[in-house]
């Protein structure tokens, strides 16, 4: 079978048992002020999402499958989805067996395109702050929307959100009418260069496996 980009979560990130996680952001900000204490941000550049992983101990077989997948990423020349270990579902949800097989979708975003509503959820259910979503949108190349809910909202009983406001600013391609992913949500990554470690091994077991990704849009 032949290995296509980005790696499918079920090719990697479902095979990862990580043990412990970072899920930030790197800012790319330039900042000046002067003496009195006023200070001025410029964002040269969006947010983008940055995860640092450790992997748990395993059997030599287990992990050497894992670093040859990672090894195929050729460095940062091929991307991979990864979602949050910490948002896997909603936490409202943290089976997503409420939600089930319902189709989500965007039906608003604000001018300012820092809040979205969406439908199709199930009658009264909760969106909480932290929760994260994945939008697959444009084409040639697909591009995919990572954002985080910042408040807590209830759906109305049709299934509907009214507008929650999101991080980061929603991309201008991501439309009304787009499927919204809640169940495992992913960010579209990179390996950062030289941070992929194979961990050590020692009699049948390797420990110590450990890489950071950053967001590739």
């Known amino acids: 079978m032949a290995i296509t980009y980005p790696y499918s979560l079920a090719f990697l990130a479902d095979q990862l048992c990580i043990t412990d996680v970072v899920w930030d952001i790197q800012r790319n900000d330039e900042l000046s002020g002067t003496g009195d204490g006023r200070v001025w941000q410029a964002e040269l550049a969006p947010p983008l999402w940055k995860a640092t992983i450790n992997v748990a101990v395993g059997y030599h077989e287990d992990i050497k499958k894992i670093n040859a997948k990672i090894r195929r990423l050729y460095g940062s020349q091929e991307a991979f989805f990864l979602y949050d270990p910490t948002s896997q579902y909603p936490q409202y949800d943290p089976t997503g067996t409420i939600l089930g097989s319902n189709v989500v979708t965007i039906s608003g975003?604000?001018?300012?395109?820092?809040?979205?509503?969406?439908?199709?959820?199930?009658?009264?259910?909760?969106?909480?702050?932290?929760?994260?979503?994945?939008?697959?949108?444009?084409?040639?190349?697909?591009?995919?929307?990572?954002?985080?809910?910042?408040?807590?909202?209830?759906?109305?009983?049709?299934?509907?959100?009214?507008?929650?406001a999101v991080f980061p600013f929603v991309p201008t391609g991501v439309t009304v009418g787009l499927t919204v992913t809640l169940i495992k949500p992913f960010c579209k990554m990179i390996i950062i260069p030289g941070t992929h470690n194979p961990g050590q091994s020692v009699y049948r077991i390797t420990s110590g496996l450990s890489f950071q990704a950053i967001q590739k849009k």
Request: without cysteine; charged residues 15%.
């Open 109 to 164: 975003i604000n001018a300012e395109r820092d809040s979205i509503a969406i439908t199709g959820l199930p009658p009264n259910y909760q969106i909480t702050a932290g929760d994260k979503i994945s939008i697959a949108y444009s084409s040639a190349p697909t591009r995919y929307a990572f954002l985080e809910f910042s408040e807590d909202m209830a759906a109305a009983s049709n299934g509907a959100l009214p507008l929650t």
